[in-house]
Each structure stands twice: as C-alpha cells, then as structure tokens.
C-alpha cells in the first residue's frame, strides 16, 4: 500500500481519536455533559434536527443532478437520489468508502471521468463556499463589538474571498499558464460557463437560509441561544473546522462548537449540543441508507469489484461538511 494511501486511511482515525481524547478526556466534564443533556428539549432538538436532515439529503442530490445535467449530460435525479441513499448507509460505516461508492455509482451513470468529478465534487462546493463567504460577509456590520471583537471571522472572511478571486483568476486566465494548461482537470474546469452556475447558486442561497434557521433552534434546545447575526457570520468558520478530516466530524464538531461559539453559551452545553448532533445524523445515515439497501448493496458490490479488477476508485476530491 502506497504512503499517500495509508495516511489517508489513518489521519481521518487519528484526528477524532485525539479529538475525542481532549474534549472528553481532558477538556469536559461528563457530569455537565449529562445534566446539558438532562435540560435539553430533546423532542424538539430530534424533530428539527430529522427534518434538517431529510432536507439537506433531499437538496444536496438535486443539486448535484442538476450540476450533472447542466455541466455533463442527462441524468435521472431519481438515479442520483438512489446513489446518494444507497451510499448513506455505506458512509455510516466507512466515510471515505461511502464517497467512493457514491462516485463509482456515478461514473456508472455518465461516461467521462474527469467530467463527473468536477461537476459532482467541485461545482457544488465551490457555490458554497461562495454563498458561506456572500453570508458572512452580509452578517459583518451587525455583529457586536465590530472588528475588535471579531477578528476571527474578519480575517476568515478576507482569507476566504482572497482564495475565491485566485480560484476564480485561474478559471478565468488559465489556458495562458503552462502549468495550469497542462493539467487535464483544469482544462475541464476552465470550460465551464459560469453564467450556468447562477441557479445553482440561488438554490444554495436557500440551503444556507434553511441551514442558519435549523442550527439556531437546535442550538437553543440545548439552551445555547446564539444570536442570528453571530449565527449568520459564524456558520462559515464553523464548516471550515469540521472539514478536517475525521470519522463522521466526531469529536471535530464538538471542538468547532465550543470554539466558535464559546462567548456566547457554557462549553459544556455546546459540546453535549454537537454530540447529540453528531450521533443524530450517524442514526439517521443509518436509516437513509436502509431504505435505499439493495442499492447500497449494489455499491459495495461494485466498489469490491473494481479493486478485484485493479480499476481506480474516485473518492471526491473536496468533501462538503455541510452535506452531513
């Protein structure tokens, strides 16, 4: 097994491990843990928490169907649904597995390797990074305190778009540098029309609305009541923590709430919040994914049998913390 294999079977282990170990072990105090949980409004925490799923689950294939009919060729939204459903059960297991049956799934769909990638994994989450940047950015003249006091999501905010403009400046004058031109994947991106990414983009205004109204209510069923602004402008850096790799955001979340959020609700309520939401989605991957077996059967099946034959299997090449 190559080096570069290894470590990225072993870092995502790694980091919830130590995660796990400092919050719980070191940073927490289980007693508090329970008693947050104890004073929780746990009906309502599960039914906004199974409906934000649902959502997000129901979105997330829609726009990526939608990425796929407008950047690569027709495509079935039933069929990407039946993929995405099927890999839920597949990534409650093994993540990184579940990422590679889904988009194994997909090639299946639609001939031209590159062209799935890009449009499936980059697309989507280059539109919202846009839109996480776009509401940050509005959020900035209604939070308390100004740049004094929230230094972090300034220098995120100006970091984030900085790195926007030079995606978008390779996108856009690409074919004239020797490096980038050479790059096969680049060539496909400096294609795209990104007048086509408008309606894409309108949708993912929505998600972001829906996602901001979501997090604020389970939050406060916890009794960690944040307030919009802060919840509006804070989502973004919160995203960016969890990406780190990590088994299902266990033990990345709880540092990225008690972080993010530490001035504005006790550590303990923020962390017992996350791990209820982390164990929540792990439940609901579970159920998604049940309701969609045969298919997940179909991918392990089909993943096992591209090993067997030595074919490649594409994990995506950007992963989405807010497609839980």
């Known amino acids: 097994?190559?080096?570069?294999?290894?470590?990225?079977?072993?870092?995502?282990?790694?980091?919830?491990?130590?995660?796990?170990?400092?919050?719980?072990?070191?940073?927490?105090?289980?007693?508090?843990?329970?008693?947050?949980?104890?004073?929780?409004?746990?009906?309502?925490?599960?039914?906004?928490t199974v409906v934000d799923k649902i959502v997000f689950f129901l979105f997330w294939a829609f726009l990526q169907a939608e990425t796929l009919r407008r950047f690569v060729g027709p495509v079935p939204w039933r069929s990407v649904l039946s993929l995405r459903g099927g890999s839920e059960l597949v990534r409650?297991?093994?993540?990184?597995?579940?990422?590679?049956?889904?988009?194994?799934?997909?090639?299946?769909?639609?001939?031209?390797?590159?062209?799935?990638?890009?449009?499936?994994?980059?697309?989507?989450?280059?539109?919202?990074?846009v839109v996480m940047l776009a509401q940050l950015t509005l959020a900035l003249p209604f939070l308390d305190g100004?740049?004094?006091?929230?230094?972090?999501?300034?220098?995120?905010?100006?970091?984030?778009?900085?790195?926007?403009?030079?995606?978008?400046?390779?996108?856009?004058?690409?074919?004239?540098?020797?490096?980038?031109?050479?790059?096969?994947?680049?060539?496909?991106?400096?294609?795209?029309?990104?007048?086509?990414?408008?309606?894409?983009?309108?949708?993912?205004?929505?998600?972001?609305?829906l996602d901001v109204v979501f997090q604020r209510v389970t939050a406060a069923s916890f009794?960690?009541?944040?307030?919009?602004?802060?919840?509006?402008?804070?989502?973004?850096?919160?995203?960016a923590a969890i990406s780190v790799p990590s088994l299902g955001n266990l033990g990345t979340r709880e540092l990225a709430w008690a972080w993010c959020f530490q001035e504005f609700a006790p550590r303990d309520v923020l962390v017992a919040y996350a791990l209820a939401t982390n164990a929540t989605f792990l439940v609901l991957n579970v159920l998604i994914g049940v309701v969609f077996l045969p298919k997940a059967l179909e991918l392990v099946s089909e993943v096992k049998k591209a090993k067997a034959e030595g074919a490649p299997v594409q994990a995506p090449l950007l992963s989405d913390p807010a497609d839980p």
């Open 223 to 239: 009794g960690a009541v944040i307030p919009w602004w802060e919840m509006v402008a804070r989502i973004p850096l919160l995203y």
């Open 146 to 209: 100004g740049y004094a006091r929230n230094r972090d999501v300034y220098l995120f905010g100006a970091l984030g778009w900085g790195a926007t403009l030079v995606g978008f400046a390779l996108v856009r004058f690409g074919p004239r540098i020797g490096f980038w031109r050479a790059n096969a994947l680049a060539q496909r991106v400096a294609q795209f029309d990104l007048r086509r990414l408008r309606p894409i983009l309108g949708w993912f205004v929505l998600l972001a609305a």
């Open 1 to 48: 097994m190559a080096v570069s294999s290894l470590v990225r079977r072993l870092l995502p282990w790694l980091i919830s491990i130590a995660a796990l170990v400092y919050v719980f072990g070191y940073a927490t105090d289980w007693t508090r843990i329970r008693e947050a949980t104890r004073q929780a409004n746990v009906p309502l925490f599960l039914a906004v």
């Open 92 to 129: 409650a297991v093994n993540h990184g597995f579940g990422d590679a049956a889904y988009f194994l799934g997909l090639m299946r769909l639609l001939p031209g390797r590159v062209a799935v990638v890009v449009a499936a994994a980059i697309v989507p989450f280059v539109c919202h990074t």
